[in-house]
């Protein structure tokens, strides 16, 4: 006993000092309940000096010496926030008084009933009191779990920020730690009305016995009275909620206005804590969270939110704590869970809504089909990643979160299930799928690779017209083992876009020199080698000033450049300056590729063409290559493409992606890059009637995709590559064949042309 007292000798107040600052226990007490009278006064104390509330043991309510002690004991070991402080006490000539920090507001039951106490007021309260409650019982197992026993709204003390404070330790119990469950056989104590049932009749005694309790003070502050004055009334409350007539009973004079969606959420969690069977009953750490939305949803009223944050907040997983509407808005572009942890949501900078749906929500599960559940990979859902090892599977998907009048992007989000080596490859997929209630099958060849390592192919296209979208999706098969992750609904300006020069806006036929902001610097943008430019000029090339040559070499000009015998086999090279003074140079088909015997081709001559011929290959079954190149006649130091420039006899031969590969003489690099020489199809869904149903709403420039020029010729880009601060650098071979090794045919090729990027 010797050791256990001078634990606490810290904390020793003198008994002459209380009936100093009581007048001799002669003032008037502030409140009192079941351990006594509590009294208001200055004392010096354990953490200094300052104004405290005293309690004062009378043995006639029942507690005596083992309610003091325990409490004593429990405050000085548990200490929480919303749990009241003990600052000292008092242990001389009979009496026992406890010294705590002062709740200037008194106790939640004598403002049960003002109207001065707010909707939005009354639920913080509750929060505080249950955040309280949820460390005694401790879930995570961190320190032995204490069961309260007397939770009421008398024992939940207010601070002058009306900050709630839990008090009221000495009728306590300790479980053990680390326990789901902790029940205990033990006299029944605490006070009619708020007694768990199950605890009042059978004396065993549970965390749940404490929600129970705390359910009933919830009812109280929804209500505006006690539990019990003639009558028990909890029972009367739980039917008028279970009929749906919570208005009945709830307190007339709450402040208005009140958010509908919070009174649900409060009188949910009020109502599922009262329940008789202990099962039914929810956590504290679960009454938290509901509480914690029941706020957000009353301070998205008081705030003025517009309602679809309002509609989103109603379904977000874990609440977001903010102060503003500003505040919120910053914490959407990093993403936030929604639908019970199923669905990933956020808004970019331009307020546009992206949605992706775990694949296990959307998931159409047919009987007889083996859907393999794995967490092998890593998801930003818990619930894991289901493998389609056949792909053939069918998704329903539904979302109500997308903007109005923005064109949207449906993509499948996957990860193959076999190990790929190279990223290039892992964008290969073919797969295969029909929309609900269409006939025609769509076939989706190469993906986009995300930031977070996954890859997101595109089914199909429509703008939102912000109303929720149902959507039924068929796979039939793909040449690929997946592990899909959901289903993205993504607006299609967050493609990630390559910035367009104006060079690349105007391919071809570059602009007179009567454009001003062409003109500005022109003298500088003039290479320095000109004189020896233009003695390699093909044709003759007449201007009389600076000026005027400028304008020619940003028109263009056919030049004979390099060795003799590149001279010799060619038609020239197409020579011309972009906007920045950079060096542009377009090959012909007979410099740029090698054609072998093996290929059936022709040589056709033609105006269509600027250097009056174009190759047709007819058939090939080998690789098309593109000669390696020594850029002497580039800028130096520059970021070079490399464009294809072509035309096809038959667009229907060409849906699949082209391989590229960098090559050097009979070795070729592992990585490669995929180009299409005709853009992909893609579905358009709720088009209007003049859309054709399978171009696309909305297709940024990308790498690999074709483009049309200004001369009727189509280009896409296949390689790009840095020059050097000298001229002796080389450009490797460029091998180009069907991504699935098929025969080409009918491609019509003018020549390569590498331009600044």
Same mark, same amino acid.
């Given at each position: 006993?010797?050791?256990?007292?001078?634990?606490?000798?810290?904390?020793?107040?003198?008994?002459?000092?209380?009936?100093?600052?009581?007048?001799?226990?002669?003032?008037?007490?502030?409140?009192?309940?079941?351990?006594?009278?509590?009294?208001?006064?200055?004392?010096?104390?354990?953490?200094?000096?300052?104004?405290?509330?005293?309690?004062?043991?009378?043995?006639?309510?029942?507690?005596?010496?083992?309610?003091?002690?325990?409490?004593?004991?429990?405050?000085?070991?548990?200490?929480?926030?919303?749990?009241?402080?003990?600052?000292?006490?008092?242990?001389?000539?009979?009496?026992?008084?406890?010294?705590?920090?002062?709740?200037?507001?008194?106790?939640?039951?004598?403002?049960?009933?003002?109207?001065?106490?707010?909707?939005?007021?009354?639920?913080?309260?509750?929060?505080?009191?249950?955040?309280?409650?949820?460390?005694?019982?401790?879930?995570?197992?961190?320190?032995?779990?204490?069961?309260?026993?007397?939770?009421?709204?008398?024992?939940?003390?207010?601070?002058?920020?009306?900050?709630?404070?839990?008090?009221?330790?000495?009728?306590?119990?300790?479980?053990?730690?680390?326990?789901?469950?902790?029940?205990?056989?033990?006299?029944?104590?605490?006070?009619?009305?708020?007694?768990?049932?199950?605890?009042?009749?059978?004396?065993?005694?549970?965390?749940?016995?404490?929600?129970?309790?705390?359910?009933?003070?919830?009812?109280?502050?929804?209500?505006?009275?006690?539990?019990?004055?003639?009558?028990?009334?909890?029972?009367?409350?739980?039917?008028?909620? $279970?009929?749906? #007539?919570?208005?009945?009973?709830?307190?007339?004079?709450? +402040?208005? *206005?009140?958010?509908?969606? @919070? =009174? %649900?959420?409060?009188?949910?969690?009020?109502?599922?804590?009262?329940?008789?069977?202990?099962?039914?009953?929810?956590?504290?750490?679960?009454?938290?969270?509901?509480?914690?939305?029941?706020?957000?949803?009353?301070?998205?009223?008081?705030? $003025?939110?517009? #309602?679809?944050?309002?509609?989103?907040?109603?379904?977000? +997983?874990? *609440?977001?704590?903010?102060? @503003? =509407? %500003?505040?919120?808005?910053?914490?959407?572009?990093?993403?936030?869970?929604?639908?019970?942890?199923?669905?990933?949501?956020?808004?970019?900078?331009?307020?546009?809504?992206?949605?992706?749906?775990?694949?296990?929500?959307?998931?159409?599960?047919?009987?007889? #089909?083996?859907?393999?559940?794995?967490?092998?990979?890593?998801?930003?859902?818990?619930?894991?990643?289901?493998?389609?090892?056949?792909?053939?599977?069918?998704?329903?998907?539904?979302?109500?979160?997308?903007?109005?009048?923005?064109?949207?992007?449906?993509?499948?989000?996957?990860?193959?299930?076999?190990?790929?080596?190279?990223?290039?490859?892992?964008?290969?997929?073919?797969?295969?799928?029909?929309?609900?209630?269409?006939?025609?099958?769509?076939?989706?060849?190469?993906?986009?690779?995300?930031?977070?390592?996954?890859?997101?192919?595109?089914?199909?296209?429509?703008?939102?017209?912000?109303?929720?979208?149902?959507?039924?999706?068929?796979?039939?098969?793909?040449?690929?083992?997946?592990?899909?992750?959901?289903?993205?609904?993504?607006?299609?300006?967050?493609?990630?876009?390559?910035?367009?020069?104006?060079?690349?806006?105007?391919?071809?036929?570059?602009?007179?020199?009567?454009?001003?902001?062409?003109?500005?610097?022109?003298?500088?943008?003039?290479?320095?080698?000109?004189?020896?430019?233009?003695?390699?000029?093909?044709?003759?090339?007449?201007?009389?000033?600076?000026?005027?040559?400028?304008?020619?070499?940003?028109?263009?000009?056919?030049?004979?450049?390099?060795?003799?015998?590149?001279?010799?086999?060619?038609?020239?090279?197409?020579?011309?300056?972009?906007?920045?003074?950079?060096?542009?140079?377009?090959?012909?088909?007979?410099?740029?590729?090698?054609?072998?015997?093996?290929?059936?081709?022709?040589?056709?001559?033609?105006?269509?063409?600027?250097?009056?011929?174009?190759?047709?290959?007819?058939?090939?079954?080998?690789?098309?290559?593109?000669?390696?190149?020594?850029?002497?006649?580039?800028?130096?130091?520059?970021?070079?493409?490399?464009?294809?420039?072509?035309?096809?006899?038959?667009?229907?031969?060409?849906?699949?992606?082209?391989?590229?590969?960098?090559?050097?003489?009979?070795?070729?690099?592992?990585?490669?890059?995929?180009?299409?020489?005709?853009?992909?199809?893609?579905?358009?869904?709720?088009?209007?009637?003049?859309?054709?149903?399978?171009?696309?709403?909305?297709?940024?420039?990308?790498?690999?995709?074709?483009?049309?020029?200004?001369?009727?010729?189509?280009?896409?880009?296949?390689?790009?590559?840095?020059?050097?601060?000298?001229?002796?650098?080389?450009?490797?071979?460029?091998?180009?064949?069907?991504?699935?090794?098929?025969?080409?045919?009918?491609?019509?090729?003018?020549?390569?042309?590498?331009?600044?990027?």
């Amino acid at each position: 006993m010797e050791s256990f007292m001078k634990e606490f000798e810290h904390l020793k107040i003198s008994l002459e000092e209380i009936k100093k600052v009581t007048n001799n226990f002669n003032n008037k007490p502030i409140g009192s309940g079941g351990f006594g009278e509590v009294y208001e006064g200055e004392l010096s104390h354990s953490k200094g000096r300052s104004l405290v509330a005293i309690k004062r043991l009378d043995r006639k309510f029942g507690q005596g010496d083992s309610e003091f002690w325990k409490e004593i004991v429990m405050l000085t070991r548990y200490s929480h926030e919303n749990l009241i402080s003990l600052l000292g006490f008092c242990d001389e000539a009979g009496e026992k008084i406890i010294v705590y920090e002062l709740a200037s507001n008194g106790s939640l039951d004598q403002h049960l009933s003002s109207p001065d106490l707010t909707w939005e007021q009354r639920i913080k309260i509750c929060l505080g009191a249950a955040k309280g409650l949820r460390f005694l019982h401790d879930d995570k197992g961190i320190h032995q779990r204490v069961i309260h026993r007397d939770v009421k709204s008398s024992n939940i003390l207010l601070n002058d920020e009306w900050k709630a404070k839990v008090s009221d330790m000495g009728l306590s119990k300790l479980g053990p730690a680390n326990q789901e469950h902790t029940a205990l056989f033990t006299n029944v104590v605490g006070t009619l009305g708020y007694l768990d049932p199950v605890y009042l009749h059978q004396g065993v005694l549970t965390k749940e016995s404490d929600v129970y309790s705390f359910g009933v003070v919830l009812f109280e502050v929804l209500c505006g009275r006690l539990c019990f004055s003639n009558r028990n009334l909890v029972p009367t409350w739980k039917q008028s909620y $279970k009929n749906k #007539k919570i208005h009945t009973i709830m307190f007339q004079d709450l +402040t208005p *206005p009140m958010e509908m969606t @919070s =009174l %649900e959420t409060f009188s949910d969690i009020a109502f599922q804590c009262v329940q008789g069977s202990r099962e039914k009953r929810p956590t504290m750490s679960h009454v938290v969270e509901k509480l914690e939305m029941a706020l957000e949803f009353q301070q998205c009223l008081d705030l $003025k939110l517009p #309602k679809e944050y309002v509609n989103i907040l109603k379904v977000v +997983t874990t *609440p977001l704590r903010h102060n @503003s =509407l %500003e505040e919120l808005r910053l914490l959407f572009p990093n993403g936030v869970f929604l639908d019970a942890g199923k669905t990933w949501f956020s808004i970019n900078d331009k307020g546009e809504h992206s949605v992706l749906i775990s694949i296990d929500e959307c998931l159409i599960r047919e009987a007889g #089909k083996d859907y393999t559940y794995s967490r092998d990979y890593i998801s930003r859902f818990p619930v894991g990643i289901y493998s389609a090892y056949e792909c053939k599977f069918k998704a329903h998907v539904r979302t109500q979160f997308l903007s109005p009048n923005t064109t949207y992007s449906v993509k499948l989000v996957y990860k193959h299930t076999v190990r790929r080596f190279t990223r290039a490859s892992k964008r290969i997929i073919e797969l295969q799928y029909k929309l609900e209630g269409e006939t025609k099958t769509w076939t989706s060849y190469l993906a986009d690779e995300r930031e977070d390592g996954w890859y997101a192919v595109e089914l199909c296209q429509f703008i939102s017209d912000g109303t929720p979208v149902n959507l039924d999706i068929i796979f039939e098969e793909s040449a690929k083992h997946l592990a899909l992750e959901g289903i993205e609904f993504q607006s299609t300006i967050n493609v990630e876009e390559r910035h367009v020069s104006d060079d690349e806006k105007q391919v071809d036929m570059q602009p007179p020199l009567s454009y001003s902001d062409d003109n500005a610097y022109w003298e500088q943008k003039l290479p320095d080698d000109y004189h020896e430019i233009m003695k390699q000029s093909k044709d003759k090339v007449e201007w009389k000033t600076k000026k005027e040559l400028y304008s020619v070499f940003r028109q263009g000009f056919l030049i004979n450049y390099g060795s003799f015998l590149e001279r010799l086999f060619n038609d020239g090279q197409w020579f011309s300056l972009d906007k920045n003074g950079k060096k542009c140079l377009m090959l012909p088909a007979r410099a740029a590729f090698k054609v072998n015997k093996t290929m059936k081709t022709r040589w056709i001559q033609s105006d269509d063409s600027r250097f009056g011929e174009m190759l047709t290959i007819k058939e090939t079954v080998e690789p098309v290559y593109l000669n390696s190149f020594k850029y002497h006649a580039l800028s130096l130091s520059t970021k070079y493409a490399c464009y294809l420039v072509y035309k096809l006899q038959d667009q229907s031969d060409f849906e699949l992606p082209l391989t590229v590969r960098e090559t050097y003489g009979d070795q070729s690099k592992s990585e490669f890059s995929h180009v299409y020489l005709v853009s992909p199809q893609t579905p358009v869904i709720r088009q209007k009637v003049d859309e054709i149903p399978h171009k696309p709403l909305s297709r940024p420039k990308l790498k690999g995709l074709p483009q049309q020029r200004n001369d009727l010729w189509m280009e896409v880009q296949v390689h790009e590559f840095q020059t050097t601060d000298t001229s002796e650098g080389f450009i490797w071979d460029l091998e180009v064949t069907h991504c699935e090794n098929r025969i080409l045919h009918g491609l019509i090729l003018q020549g390569v042309e590498y331009r600044p990027i």
